[in-house]
């Protein structure tokens, strides 16, 4: 027995490793912890002799080393109330999943011959299944003594993810494998589990020759043990069935599942409750000839309906409830079809699990948006703010607090809007898409269209019915859409829209409803006579070469495919700490700051696993950075201008109409004239300039969007050759350009300094990230920038522009404004930095506490101590700004002056909020430290652990985040601190 129970331990855990061992008594528990197996053998052989313990366990994950301490390899009998066991915040990380195999049978009682074996042979099945169809490696297979168990190697950090990740599995294999003889035990979930020592016996009752007591054991052992990836365990938990739709009843009164399939010959094995509905094992696969267990049906408690099949030729636990509901209910007798030579073209399989642990790699620790952007790249030429929008409007639907993002690209026809569209729908999981024409009410009968959705209307003209359902689904974005209306026999009923579905609208002249279109992040779709070169090269190209990956999806789309899968699953309330000081130059249309803001949420969203996240009141919550504003402001201001109408509503022709109106300063200009501007004929010009109806939908013109443009209807008389006068009547149109530069510069976005306030310290790390990153456009590598810093600068003169001072985005004012200077500087911390000067007609207010000289004027380097200044006086800027440093005049603001007292005292001219950079205030923080440091032996430097969350700032100095925590004093640490006093 000894030597079993020594084989045991050292395949549940490591030697060294601290575990506890709990024996469960009839009236009293003991329990003692080892990190000596030899002691732990010992004490487990002691209390297995005793006839009152019904069974002896330990921990399965790995234990904090300091819970040794409480009983150290001891076991202390009969706990009392204050003595502690292992918790689930105990765990440092998990090691094992664990799947137990219990047989049904009274409580209390061991198992009868019957019901142990059953439980062995399920647990053998379920290895089978993950083994053969699930990729899994081989498990740990064991007797339990009155059932069986199922061990397999994970590694995966102690936090709620995993902790539902593991709940969410065994909900799985206890759905996937119903059976009345044998549950799976869903509870095994906690990190803290306790579980079987084999080798020590199970006693549940008395010992009968029935129900006899019987030592657990270890049946088989891989010959290497390989740990199941998180890849392949997010793979299984994707079939746990979702609620969607309630089914439509016939008859008055909700669907009854055991009705319909005792109505339609659907024999049922077996049923019982399951989570909160009632799980049917059928008798007979309908779905497939080739095996005949492993089908269920579910109906929820709202009365949804889940059907599928565990077998991986059946679709491997998808839904297939429609398909079946449809195959019986057409009086056609079921056609047992033959196994499908293509599986994925039947039921979309999850990502296969390289692909999905490449995504989750990615998520973790890459960067998702760039590699969406370049998976779109490699089958559409340009059109990349088209494709970041539909991104970010794909994240909208897993943050909580949003309205969702829907986008809405126009562009003249023929141009690539439906290819921009499908390219970026081949990354979406199949069963989240819906495109093709329907009905106005068709949505409301979708049966199977899932909430999170992506809704596409490509070139379909929406009638008035069709634009109130889209009002009404994107105001109810976070909940169903209902509608009610009668049935033939004017009976009341209720249908609905799931919930969080996005729409991507595709018109060459826009929705023609200003509310639809306001609602929606505008874009244009590139039409330039460039990006036509490019096209015909790409395709010119693409059929002179062979196929890189055959009839299947590339690997790069797999891949971000994969992404989605995981992100759609997610469900986050994004926080903004900075919002209340985002400010917008222009706030007239309320729609646009929200856009922002998801835009922001959005961003955020996509590197979830990249961030800190916390759960309050049950819900999961990030937090925006700088770097998400900074993120969400580029894409909205080139939506102000260079690639899209969000303010102005302008359609791309539109815009482009008004550029050459802009250059051609005329006092005065008719059609004709623009006719010979642009090349374009005298129809397609009135058009965009008057409006139009078309198909009963009347579409605006310039004359109506825009206030610059007016016009006045006048006779112009003309000599002919022979002496004759004509008259006829025209229009002549003008152009106010004061006007028209206030009109269009509406895109501007910044952070107020907000001086008076304190907040908490940020990191000092400033990433640009793509915020450098570049639309493809006309560039002049030769613009001079003259910059008094002595850092190497280069410039390039470009279309957006973007103010760090504030963190404000200048778009391009509507298309036809002029380029601005834009410079990028080599930042002293090595990051990268786009600054361009304020254009001189916008000015967003003034900059408050700015005591710098303005933007453009010398600054002189030096002339002060760094004594002067005081680190606990100043607070991290939202952004960094190009202003000179209060101490050393350098061009790189980082920290800002509070509202101090020694500041109140000063002149009223000198009140002003000083600025200083990093390296000052890093060297004033250094100055602080030497001035005040720990009296020796008052701090135990050896008790001192590292933290990674935040938890406050240092004890000692008061000026940075703590990174070291004394648990027992409570004395927390900075990184300068703690070095300082090891020193």
Known sequence: MSEELRTSLSLLSPAGNVIELRAIADTAVHSGYFDDQEALVAQAQTLDSLPEVQGIYVTLNEVNPALLA????????????????????DIRRRRWFPIDVDPQRPSGVSATDGEHRAALVRAEEIARFLGSEKGWPAPVLADSGNGAHLLYRIDLPNDDASRDLVKRCLEVLDLLFPDQACRIDTANFNAARIWKLYGTTSRKGDHTSDRPHRVSRVLSVPGELQVVS???LLQLAGALPTEGQAPHAKKHGPFDLRAWLSGHGIR?????????????????????????????????????????????????????????????????????????????????????????????EILGSGDPLREMLRTFALDHEGDATVAECLILSLASRSVINTNGLHVSVTGESGKGKSHAFGTMLRQVPERFRLKGAMSNKALFYHDTLQPGSVIVLDDTTLSDEMQEVLKGVTTSFREPFIYRTVSRDRKGFVCTIPERCVWWVAKVEGSGDDQVFNRMLTCWIDDSPEQDRRVLARILLRDQEVPRHGDRESHEVRVCRAMWEDLGQQRFFVTIP???????????????????????????????????????????????????????????GLLHGTTGGQTTKLTKRESDLLGVIAHGEWQEFTIPMLQKATG?????????????????????????????????????VSEEDAGVSM?????????????????VAGGGVWLD????????????????????????????????????????????????????????????SGGPAACQPVCDHAGSEGSREIIVEKPGNFKPGAHAGDSGPPHGSKCVEGGRDVASVSAHEYKPLILPERTPCYVCGRR???????????????????QDARRICLRCYREAVERARASAPPLPGVIDYSRMEPVTSSIGRCSVCGLEKAEWVDRGSGVRLCGGCYRSGEE
């Open 268 to 360: 049922v094995r077996s049923e019982r409750p399951w989570n909160g509905g009632t799980l049917y094992a059928l008798e007979e696969c309908p779905f497939s000839p080739a095996h005949h267990d492993g089908a269920f049906a579910i109906q929820f408690a709202s009365g949804a309906v889940f059907a599928g099949c565990h077998h991986q030729s059946c679709g491997g636990g998808s839904q297939r409830w429609q398909e079946l509901r449809n195959r019986y209910e057409r009086n056609t007798p079921p056609r047992p079809a033959a196994p499908p030579r293509n599986t994925e073209a039947v039921t979309p399989s999850p990502a296969s699990p390289p692909e999905m642990e490449e995504a989750l």
């Open 727 to 743: 008259r006829r009547r025209t229009n002549a149109y003008t152009f106010d350009p004061d006007l028209h530069r206030q009109w």
């Open 230 to 232: 998180e890849a392949l």
């Open 892 to 910: 790189d603001s980082r920290y800002v002056e509070k509202m101090t007292p020694e500041r109140k005292k000063r002149p009223p001219e000198q």
């Open 753 to 812: 300094g907000d001086e008076d306030g304190d907040s908490s310290t940020p990191s000092t790390d400033f990433p640009s990230s793509s915020a450098t990153r570049e639309e493809a456009g006309d560039t002049d590598p030769d613009v001079d920038c003259k910059n008094p810093s002595s850092e190497k600068s280069t410039c390039v003169n470009e279309r957006r522009s973007f103010h760090t001072p504030e963190g404000t985005y200048h778009p391009e």
């Open 578 to 636: 900075f919002a209340s000081r985002i400010r917008f130059q222009a706030h007239d249309n309320r729609r646009n700051p929200e856009m922002l803001l998801d835009l922001i949420k959005a961003h955020t969203l996509l590197r979830y696993r990249q961030r800190e996240q916390e759960v309050i009141e049950g819900v999961s919550c990030l937090s925006a950075t700088r770097e998400d504003f900074l993120e969400a402001t580029r894409v909205y």
């Open 70 to 89: 409480r009983r150290a390899n001891r076991v202390k009998l009969r706990l009392g109330r204050k003595d502690a066991t292992t918790s689930d915040a």
């Open 680 to 716: 374009w004929s005298n129809g397609n010009i009135h058009k965009i300039i008057h409006g139009y109806l078309s198909r009963g939908t009347a579409y605006s013109g310039l004359l109506e969007k825009c206030p610059s443009i007016s016009f006045t209807d006048r006779t112009v």
